[in-house]
């Protein structure tokens, strides 16, 4: 049973049944598990969706349920990178605030507002879907998904003149492309760190691995 928060209006569906939306909380979560008699459950969330990996480790400890946390490894840094690491968006803003003043704005469609305040800079903001929440007001929105090229995010930043980027450090091939971009252009780029996992939680990184575990619990 694979289940998706409904954060994208046209997700790319699995195989097999799939639920779509919220579980209520941590006790919303706990409970289905229990009505759906769940044996194991593979947190494979976005590497941000730092609430819903929280509940999962707290509803399958309070069961006795086995959790593991699939996480796809980080962007590594690489010679001639000029990455900041900051640790949320607030911070990320205020970076922007001060590094530039042409900025594209890669962190999905939730967390925007946080650079609503910052009037005096121009965002190009690309999203799978709309972003929700304040946005900034001198704004570009460009709706599209990955993957990309380099070639083609070569020419999306100097086409807009783009002096700084804002990432997420989701890691994955889909939408790397847009830090070598960076990387051969010489931009900054301000990159967010991932939430911490919960204290003691087992994580691995494919889901080969997650299938191996899944096996073993069997």
Same mark, same amino acid.
Request: hydrophobic share 40%; proline share 5%.
């Given at each position: 049973m694979s289940s998706l928060a409904g954060r994208v209006r046209a997700p790319v569906l699995p195989a097999g049944a799939v639920r779509v939306g919220g579980f209520g909380g941590t006790d919303g979560l706990r409970t289905w598990l229990s009505d759906n008699d769940i044996q194991a459950v593979v947190d494979a969330t976005h590497p941000f969706a730092g609430t819903m990996t929280e509940h999962a480790a707290s509803a399958g400890a309070?069961?006795?349920?086995?959790?593991?946390?699939?996480?796809?490894?980080?962007w590594r840094e690489e010679p001639g990178d000029r990455w900041m690491r900051v640790p949320d968006l607030a911070a990320a803003a205020e970076t922007v605030?001060?590094?530039?003043?042409?900025?594209?704005?890669?962190?999905?469609?939730?967390g925007v507002g946080a650079f609503a305040h910052l009037t005096e800079r121009w965002f190009l903001i690309r999203a799978i879907d709309p972003p929700s929440g304040q946005l900034p007001p001198d704004h570009e929105l460009?709706?599209?998904? %990955?993957?990309? $090229?380099? /070639?083609?995010? *070569?020419?999306?930043?100097?086409? !807009?003149?783009?002096?700084?980027?804002?990432?997420?450090?989701?890691? %994955?091939?889909? $939408?790397? /492309?847009?830090? *070598?971009?960076?990387?051969?252009? !010489?931009?900054?780029?301000v990159m967010v760190d991932r939430p911490p996992l919960p204290a003691g939680a087992r994580t691995v990184e494919t889901a080969g691995a997650a299938w191996d575990w899944l096996r073993a619990q069997a």
């Open positions: 309070s069961l006795g349920i086995p959790v593991v946390h699939l996480r796809r490894p980080g605030a001060r590094t530039g003043t042409r900025v594209f704005l890669t962190i999905g469609r939730q460009l709706l599209a998904r %990955g993957p990309f $090229t380099v /070639a083609d995010e *070569t020419r999306l930043l100097t086409g !807009r003149g783009i002096d700084v980027l804002v990432t997420k450090d989701s890691g %994955g091939e889909l $939408t790397a /492309a847009k830090l *070598t971009a960076a990387r051969d252009l !010489r931009l900054p780029v």
